[in-house]
């Protein structure tokens, strides 16, 4: 065999090392912000065409490979970690794509401070959203900064126990509130703790995946988010039993809404901001993203027009899908930095946990009813939804995706 047909990255290197690994630089950078891997493809492929250079692109959830045909077949393949989620990663490597520069992509974080901020305030405001007692906001604060803490331990090799020590943690402080004599919703406050925990982006990506037949993709990332689902709902499990069994059993009581009618209004702004600050998303793309995140808060209920939530589902997302991808093609950027937001709130992942507590437990947060027993027509509307708003959109530019 000629070694110029030998597949390794070395031989990349000796053909055209400069094109090669700006290409590969292009690709990595998409994968680690969270991009969907069809789209890492689709991104990677024009960006190489602009450098005059024909690459043959697969990404999966864990690695990107590159061929170059024109260059004696050179294969470059990269094993990746799963994707985090870093919107401000992902449109600074779309404005590059653009501009076609040679602009660093750096990693260019919020303070620890302000990120510390961010992840405390979510649990508190996400019961203010949904509604809850005052007690029970009050010790959603608390758990918060456990949650944040146990985020700080849980770092490099670590990382994959954050979710099941988080959830467990949370669990066994719930349980120790609750036997104090404290009446909150105990489920109920175990989930608005971890809620971030919820792969909004897994889910989203492979549904989109799904919904394009990138199958195998698709398939992956949804296995990855039923693996986090498991470690949630499991630590949450155990950490209430080992929390009962020291401190003994306490009431699980209703969850009752005191939130007055205008906080809601107010909170919801602070958390798409919080929710901006940890996807490190920028300040510009945090506004423009506020009113998919109040359409994915409230739009199965508002949207509906008395045929149910499940319709509600479907108009919600091909409503967050079009504003989503309008305002991408304005901004010259991907639909995902503005879509993202508000799936995470519309994706049946906490609704899940909702459910499993209400049909396991008999204990619910939100007022809808089977709620969780209804997870897959809402999944299937959720889909339903991107494919109607991608269908009724314009396709021009389709190489490019928005």
């Known amino acids: 065999m000629r070694k110029g047909r030998e597949i390794s990255q070395e031989s990349c290197h000796m053909v055209n090392p400069g094109r090669a690994q700006k290409i590969a630089e292009i690709g990595e950078?998409?994968?680690?912000?969270?991009?969907?891997?069809?789209?890492?493809?689709?991104?990677?492929?024009?960006?190489?065409?602009?450098?005059?250079?024909?690459?043959?692109?697969?990404?999966?959830?864990?690695?990107?490979?590159?061929?170059?045909?024109?260059?004696?077949?050179?294969i470059l393949m990269r094993r990746m970690d799963p994707a985090g989620i870093d919107?401000?990663?992902?449109?600074?490597?779309?404005?590059?794509?653009?501009?076609?520069?040679?602009?660093?992509?750096?990693?260019?974080?919020?303070p620890t401070w302000l990120t510390a901020l961010a992840h405390i305030s979510i649990p508190p405001i996400f019961l203010i959203l949904v509604g809850s007692s005052l007690q029970a906001i009050g010790f959603a604060a608390i758990l918060g900064v456990l949650v944040w803490i146990?985020?700080?331990?849980?770092?490099?090799?670590?990382?994959?126990?954050?979710?099941?020590?988080?959830?467990?943690?949370?669990?066994?402080?719930?349980?120790?509130?609750?036997?104090?004599?404290?009446?909150?919703?105990?489920?109920?406050?175990?989930?608005?703790?971890?809620?971030?925990?919820?792969?909004?982006?897994?889910?989203?990506?492979?549904?989109?995946?799904?919904?394009?037949?990138?199958?195998?993709?698709?398939?992956?990332?949804?296995?990855?988010?039923?693996?986090?689902f498991t470690k949630l709902f499991i630590g949450i499990f155990i950490g209430l039993n080992i929390g009962e069994t020291i401190f003994g059993t306490g009431l699980h009581?209703?969850?009752?809404?005191?939130?007055?009618?205008?906080?809601?209004?107010?909170?919801?702004?602070?958390?798409?901001?919080?929710?901006?600050?940890?996807?490190?998303?920028?300040?510009?793309?945090?506004?423009?993203?506020?009113?998919?995140?109040a359409l994915g808060l409230w739009g199965p209920l508002w949207l509906g027009f008395g045929a149910g939530w499940i319709t509600g589902t479907w108009v919600t997302?091909?409503?967050?899908?079009?504003?989503?991808?309008?305002?991408?093609?304005?901004?010259?950027?991907?639909?995902?930095?503005?879509?993202?937001?508000?799936?995470?709130?519309?994706?049946?992942?906490?609704?899940?946990l909702f459910g499993a507590t209400q049909s396991l437990f008999n204990e619910s947060l939100m007022p809808v009813q089977g709620v969780g027993l209804s997870a897959f027509l809402m999944f299937a509307a959720i889909v339903a939804g991107q494919i109607t708003a991608l269908s009724l959109y314009s396709q021009k530019n389709r190489n490019l995706v928005s």
């Open 253 to 293: 009581a209703p969850n009752v809404n005191e939130v007055i009618w205008w906080w809601p209004v107010v909170a919801l702004p602070v958390f798409s901001f919080a929710l901006g600050i940890i996807f490190n998303a920028r300040p510009v793309d945090i506004a423009l993203a506020l009113p998919v995140t």
């Open 87 to 110: 919107l401000g990663l992902l449109a600074r490597t779309i404005i590059r794509i653009h501009r076609d520069d040679d602009t660093h992509i750096g990693y260019v974080p919020y």
């Open 317 to 352: 997302a091909a409503c967050i899908t079009l504003y989503g991808t309008w305002l991408a093609k304005k901004m010259n950027l991907t639909g995902a930095i503005y879509i993202m937001p508000g799936i995470l709130l519309l994706v049946p992942g906490s609704r899940v």
């Open 29 to 74: 950078a998409l994968h680690r912000s969270g991009c969907a891997p069809y789209k890492i493809e689709k991104y990677v492929q024009h960006y190489a065409r602009k450098l005059g250079v024909t690459v043959v692109v697969q990404a999966t959830p864990t690695s990107v490979s590159f061929q170059f045909p024109e260059e004696d077949n050179q």
């Open 150 to 228: 146990c985020q700080q331990v849980c770092q490099g090799e670590r990382a994959n126990f954050v979710e099941f020590l988080s959830a467990l943690i949370v669990g066994i402080t719930v349980a120790a509130i609750s036997a104090g004599g404290a009446e909150v919703p105990v489920w109920g406050l175990c989930i608005a703790a971890i809620v971030l925990f919820v792969p909004g982006l897994s889910i989203a990506n492979s549904l989109e995946c799904l919904a394009f037949n990138d199958l195998i993709s698709g398939t992956s990332l949804f296995t990855q988010a039923m693996f986090v």
